[in-house]
Nanobody, 115 residues
Framework: QVQLVESGGGLVQAGGSLRLSCAAS????????MGWYRQAPGKQRELVAR???????NYGDSVKGRFTISTDNARNTVYLQMNSLKPEDTAVYYC?????????WGQGTQVTVSS
């Protein structure tokens, strides 16, 4: 069993920055992929950014150049640095990881960007 605990969400003005953190605990020896997804009201969950154990990174088109994903493997933690935030970035952000035992999701953290 893997537990994912997110932190760092909140309310920020447009143009501002936030950093999300996701700490993984439990039976995780090495992740296959860790990442962030988001879901805005009335919309489908979408990829924000993900990173594989080999270091391959993918970003959603709408966040390229503004968001940066990174990991601290020693702490089983993944970060999402979000800069130049826009009102359309408002959503619940979910941490996700895939390990040999399965795929796991965090409980989500709300990010609200005011105009």
């Amino acid at each position: 069993q893997v537990q994912l605990v997110e932190s760092g969400g909140g309310l920020v003005q447009a143009g501002g920055s936030l950093r999300l953190s996701c700490a993984a605990s439990g039976s995780i020896s090495r992740f296959i992929v860790m990442g962030w997804y988001r879901q805005a009201p009335g919309k489908q969950r979408e990829l924000v950014a993900r990173i594989t154990s080999g270091g391959t990174i993918n970003y959603g088109d709408s966040v390229k150049g503004r968001f940066t994903i990174s990991t601290d493997n020693a702490r089983n933690t993944v970060y999402l640095q979000m800069n130049s935030l826009k009102p359309e970035d408002t959503a619940v952000y979910y941490c996700n990881t895939a390990v040999l035992a399965g795929i796991y999701w965090g409980q989500g953290t709300q990010v609200t960007v005011s105009s």
